[in-house]
């Protein structure tokens, strides 16, 4: 018979493996972040991204039938993952092209920016009822991007806009799930998404590809390998803990992209920059929490 002191500790250790799931997920899509930055130089971001998902593709495969069985394969609306698919493919070619020109903690930090974009969408585009504090928070975000961009500025760079991209396409394909069948799985979701980034950048492979070298061999499956395993593990510490728990950790990543930039390319952001990502994090934490107490009705 299951005590409340067992379901209590029960419930502690799935908290404590989904953060370290969390935690885990978010430092992989760093370090494939730094390899896609890496590859940039000599490839398009087109090319970057269908060779991650060619290689990715068979092991997303095996992973949806092991998990989900034969039923995985199946999609009730293929057309919605379609349309998701070209958003996840806008989404990652805007992202890589940023990291062409950015520091990768300046890329990341304008990216951070999309939970705010996803609110203001909802609630402009799909009638959801948001108050006047997240509005505010909306408003507060808006105000840190531009401390991060400082447009008209001599320190503007018009690359940033690629990571605004990057945010808002993100935003509206995380929108986009509500499109997908109910009955369709979180694997089925991550194959279809890898599929259809395969079908889509093959059309336009003849026009852009290049050779790919034999020593760059090891940065695309690094890419495919991280990027499967970081999206894998946040995926699963969303299961076993609560989003309002996790959701914060994903910040956790402006970390590592500091670390990674700074050892790698010797990038070191200004403080503005810093200044800018904390105002978007806290806005954004705020609408997280404020949007759970909205969920219980308090």
């Not at 930055?37 to 490839?43: D, G, P, Q, W």
């Not at 890329?107 to 609110?119: D, E, H, K, N």
């Not at 050779?211 to 890419?223: H, M, N, T």
Request: glycine share 8%.
């Amino acid at each position: 018979m299951q005590t409340p002191a067992m379901d209590t500790d029960f419930s502690r250790r799935q908290n404590l493996t989904g953060i370290a799931m969390m935690c885990a997920g978010v430092a992989c899509l760093c370090v494939n972040d730094a390899f896609a930055k890496t590859l940039t130089v000599s490839y398009s971001p087109v090319q970057i991204f269908f060779v991650r998902n060619v290689i990715a593709l068979p092991f997303a495969l095996m992973l949806a039938l092991r998990m989900g069985g034969p039923g995985a394969l199946r999609s009730y609306r293929p057309l919605a993952h379609l349309v998701r698919g070209v958003l996840w493919i806008s989404a990652a070619v805007l992202f890589f092209t940023s990291l062409k020109y950015l520091r990768l903690a300046e890329a990341t930090a304008l990216v951070f920016i999309a939970p705010i974009f996803i609110t203001a969408l909802s609630a402009l585009f799909l009638g959801e009822k948001v108050g006047w504090r997240r509005w505010l928070a909306v408003v507060t975000g808006f105000v840190g991007m531009l401390v991060v961009v400082r447009p008209g500025g001599a320190a503007f760079q018009p690359a940033s806009l690629f990571s605004l991209g990057t945010a808002l396409a993100y935003a509206v394909l995380m929108i986009s799930a509500r499109w997908v069948d109910q009955r369709e799985s979180v694997w089925t979701l991550l194959l279809w998404l890898t599929g259809a980034g395969v079908a889509l950048g093959a059309l336009v492979m003849p026009f852009v590809w290049v050779p790919v070298r034999l020593e760059d061999l090891w940065l695309f499956f690094g890419i495919a390998l991280f990027g499967t395993a970081g999206m894998t593990m946040m995926t699963q510490a969303f299961r076993r803990a609560p989003a309002v728990v996790l959701a914060p950790l994903d910040y956790s990543s402006l970390l590592w992209a500091t670390l990674l930039g700074w050892y790698f390319w010797g990038e070191i952001p200004d403080a503005l920059t810093y200044v800018g990502a904390a105002i978007i994090i806290v806005s954004s934490i705020y609408i997280v929490l404020r949007e759970r107490r909205v969920e219980r009705g308090e």
